[in-house]
């Protein structure tokens, strides 16, 4: 029985539908091929991963290691959280140890439970800037050896990339793109030695590619094959909602489903599950067990662009804002908010913001990201799609979103110049 989703990744029971997605990645992994998961914001990156992890480890066939890398702060970070994460491969773990000599007794004699953060302080105290890659090598090569494949995923790589680039305006530097040069071209080294051992997956809440491309890295990520995650079909979405009515026992009626989803306009499932938690509380609150379409009128418009709404809104800027910095944010606010306002952005006003933001004071010297490239991004995180020339919001939800939270205000800079 599914029950709701909430808004962390979810596995088992609650992970709903992707069969076909499920399909084409075990189809890869048993082909040995590394994997690049690209998607917009909540399309379900980090559960499709766990699903299929969940899955392999349950057949026999494989070993699987889940790293997260949003908190790793540098390259020997990076490696001290994969290598505790590879304590989920026994065979593994203790050759791990002994590469480390890292030495988990006390003085007793007993061997000491140690809990993952103090294991992974362990590890981390043994690497640094000069040795990370062998060290990195050494996990790979434990990893290679146990005996099954195994596959690793590393969620969040970019913002570990994103970070090891620039500095806090935003800016690539020169240093950090060294570094996240040299990180990249270890895992890749890493995953074309391994190959036949260990299969990477890697996934993350913002795009790796425009990333790469802006800083002059984009052959680093050669050895992985993208995969795209779409979002829900209207059908599959439905039912989705069908299977969480009937877990809640309230109904929802097809009519009622097929009218959330063509205003989500874009079945993201983290959207598709918000609405039904809005509608479950909707009718809980006024009592009843079925839902009209009036219902879902009012719990659109009162609770999905609501306050609590609008919370989810924050993590979006947020992440936007971490990958365009100061800078290239101000110009994807504008971007946005004039799509939201007119619903659309036509191809004569992109030509006019490019040439705006190319000259003048809104150009503020080398390093600042061009504005295709903000365009690049914006595209490729799935806010905007092209559309007769010019662009649109992809989701529904987001652009009632942005128009709610920045269209009453807004003055385009060209009607500012004036
Ligand atoms: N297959 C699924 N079945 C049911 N719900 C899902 C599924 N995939 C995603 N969701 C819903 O979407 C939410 C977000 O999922 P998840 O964290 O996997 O997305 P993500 O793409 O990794 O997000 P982010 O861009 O923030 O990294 C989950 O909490 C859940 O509510
Ligand atoms: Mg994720």
Redesign the pocket.
């Known amino acids: 029985m599914?029950r709701?989703?909430?808004?962390?990744?979810?596995d088992g029971e609650?992970?709903?539908?992707?069969e076909s997605e499920l399909e084409a990645l075990e189809e890869r992994v048993r082909e040995k091929t590394h994997t690049l998961l690209t998607?917009q914001?909540?399309?379900?990156?980090?559960?499709?991963v766990?699903?299929l992890q969940r899955r392999l480890a349950e057949t026999g066939d494989f070993e699987v290691v889940f790293v997260d890398l949003e908190a790793a702060t540098d390259p020997a970070d990076a490696i001290a959280e994969i290598g505790v994460q590879a304590k989920a491969v026994r065979a593994a773990w203790d050759r791990i140890m002994t590469s480390f000599a890292i030495l988990v007794r006390s003085a007793g004699g007993r061997i000491e439970e140690l809990s993952l953060a103090d294991l992974k302080v362990k590890l981390r105290a043994g690497i640094d800037a000069g040795n990370w890659s062998q060290r990195g090598d050494a996990i790979f090569a434990a990893l290679s050896e146990s005996g099954r494949p195994v596959v690793l995923a590393i969620?969040e790589l970019p913002i570990l990339i994103n970070r090891l680039l620039k500095d806090e305006t935003g800016r690539v530097t020169p240093e950090g793109k060294r570094e996240a040069d040299a990180f990249l071209s270890w895992l890749r080294k890493a995953g074309q030695a391994h190959r036949d051992q260990v299969t990477l997956i890697l996934?993350?809440?913002v795009s790796l590619e425009p990333l790469l491309e802006q800083a002059g890295l984009s052959a680093q990520a050669n050895i992985f094959s993208p995969y795209d995650l779409k979002p829900w079909s209207e059908e599959t979405a439905v039912s989705?909602l069908e299977a969480l009515g009937q877990s809640y026992e309230v109904s929802l009626g097809p009519e009622a489903g097929r009218d959330m989803c063509r205003r989500l306009r874009c079945c993201i499932?983290?959207h598709?599950?918000?609405f039904f938690d809005r509608m479950h509380d909707h009718l809980r609150r006024t009592g009843r067990k079925a839902a009209s379409l009036e219902d879902v009128e009012w719990v659109y418009v009162r609770e999905m662009q609501g306050v609590r709404g609008q919370v989810d809104l924050q993590?979006y800027e947020g992440r936007l804002e971490t990958v365009l910095g100061r800078t290239g944010y101000t110009v994807a606010l504008e971007i946005l908010t004039a799509a939201a306002v007119d619903g659309g952005i036509a191809a004569e006003t992109i030509d006019r913001y490019r040439e705006y933001f190319a000259t003048g004071d809104a150009h503020d010297g080398d390093g600042a990201p061009a504005f295709d490239h903000v365009l690049h991004v914006l595209q490729h995180d799935g806010y905007l799609e092209p559309r007769d020339g010019g662009y649109r919001f992809v989701s529904g939800l987001v652009e009632d979103w942005w128009r709610g939270r920045y269209g009453q205000r807004f003055v385009s800079v060209f009607d500012r110049q004036r």
């Open positions: 599914i709701k989703g909430g808004s962390n990744w979810v609650n992970f709903f539908d992707r998607a914001r909540r399309m379900g990156k980090t559960s499709l766990r699903e969620d996934s993350g809440s989705c499932p983290h598709v599950q918000m993590h």
